[in-house]
C-alpha cells in the first residue's frame, strides 16, 4: 500500500513541492515547526533511512543542503534544522526547517494543520523555489517556477 508521501509525490494528495527530480522531491510539511518546515523524500518508498542506498541517501542530504541553504537565506534563520525522525510516517524523509533554538527538533512542538495560515504556508514555499533558483538550482527542477 503506498504511502500518504507516495500519494503526494504521486499527485493524489496536494502538496507544496519546492523541489523534483527523478530521485527526490522536496515539499512542505503540513504540520510545521515553523513556517518554510520542508520534507526531502527520496521517490522510492523506503521505511528507514537506514535501509536506503547510498547513491540515493547522499542525493538526499545534498538536496537538504541545499533546501537548508535557502530557508536559511528566506526566513533570516541563525541555522537550517536537519531532524530524521521516521516514526509519523514509514517512507524515509528528512526535515528540513528554520531554527532560532532547539524547540524545533521536537516534532511535538509543531504547528497542527488546522492552526497554520495557508496563505502563509503557500508564500513560505514560493520563497524557497526563488531562493532555490537564486542559488542556481536548474529551474526545472524547481516546480512553478
Not at 102 to 117: I, K
Request: charged content about 25%; proline content about 6%; hydrophobic content about 45%.
Amino acid at each position: 500500500m503506498a504511502t500518504v508521501f507516495t500519494k503526494i509525490i504521486n499527485g493524489e494528495i496536494p502538496g507544496r513541492f519546492v523541489y523534483r527530480d527523478e530521485k527526490v522531491v522536496a515539499f512542505l510539511t503540513i504540520e510545521p515547526a515553523a513556517y518554510g518546515h520542508t520534507l526531502v523524500v527520496p521517490i522510492e518508498e523506503v521505511d528507514r533511512w537506514t535501509d536506503m542506498d547510498p547513491a540515493t541517501w547522499a542525493h538526499c542530504n545534498e538536496v537538504a543542503q541545499l533546501v537548508g541553504k535557502a530557508i536559511v537565506d528566506t526566513f533570516d534563520a541563525p541555522r537550517a534544522g536537519y531532524l530524521i525522525a521516521g516514526f509519523e510516517v514509514p517512507h524515509a524523509h528528512i526535515h528540513v526547517f528554520p531554527a532560532s533554538d532547539m524547540s524545533g527538533f521536537s516534532l511535538q512542538n509543531v504547528m497542527r494543520m488546522d492552526e497554520t495560515d495557508p496563505e502563509k504556508m503557500d508564500d513560505s514555499a514560493a520563497k524557497i523555489r526563488a531562493a532555490l533558483l537564486k542559488q542556481g538550482v536548474d529551474e526545472a527542477k524547481v516546480p512553478n517556477a
